[in-house]
């Protein structure tokens, strides 16, 4: 029973993640870079905050804090991108909340552990991670597809390639590059996620039987 409710907040956590960042976040990777730093420092402190809390045995308070925990860092590192990097702030304006304010909190406000704070850390910066390189990957290839360019953070701004190679973008390639493109793409991506996490799943309970027998 736990390991199936382990199982279900985990994919919840997974779509609110890539929900909250791949949409509306913009297709080009120097965006996606920045929201996903947030994204991990956030995972990082609000686990720690986590425990801190529980230390201090105000567990009741406990979600009322942890919000604000999650607008304080949110809106300090606004603040430091609105000095370090301006139009990435702008550009990214209020998506740059929604990863907090969806896939950690629901990490932390409804999910409840118990294990100490190394192995907490160690598998909340996993799931972070996990979420981390697939969102690289879907931001690269929808910058290369969607604009035949390639992005990178910079000192005021956002440093941009032109890839002559690429060649000039396709209708379907500029669709990726939009909000509607980008929801599509990640309907997709889940349902091949499901697809292939039932697989795993019948080729172990198969394996599992196979076992079974041959103990028998």
Excluded: W
């Excluded at 850390?121 to 799931?127: D, E, F, G, P, V």
């Excluded at 590059?177 to 309907?187: H, I, S, W």
């Amino acid at each position: 029973m736990n390991d199936t409710k382990a199982q279900r907040s985990s994919i919840y956590f997974h779509i609110a993640a890539m929900l909250s960042i791949l949409v509306p976040v913009p297709g080009q990777f120097a965006y996606g870079v920045l929201v996903l730093v947030l994204f991990n420092i956030q995972m990082a402190s609000v686990t720690l905050f986590y425990h801190l809390v529980n230390r201090m045995r105000i567990e009741n308070f406990r979600n009322i804090l942890v919000a604000f925990e999650i607008i304080f860092v949110t809106v300090l590192y606004k603040q430091l991108l609105i000095v370090i990097c301006p139009v990435a702030a702008l550009s990214l304006g209020f998506s740059l909340y929604l990863p907090a304010l969806s896939a950690v909190a629901i990490s932390f406000f409804f999910d409840r552990n118990d294990s100490r704070l190394g192995e907490h850390l160690a598998a909340s910066m996993s799931r972070s991670v996990l979420v981390t390189a697939y969102s690289l990957v879907y931001f690269l290839i929808r910058e290369l597809v969607g604009y035949a360019t390639f992005s990178v953070p910079g000192n005021g701004g956002i440093i941009v390639f032109h890839l002559p190679f690429f060649g000039k973008p396709t209708g379907a390639g500029v669709f990726l590059a939009t909000v509607p493109g980008a929801l599509a793409l990640v309907a997709v991506s889940l349902l091949l996620v499901i697809f292939v996490r039932q697989k795993l799943g019948i080729v172990a309970s198969a394996l599992a039987a196979g076992n079974g027998e041959d103990e028998k």
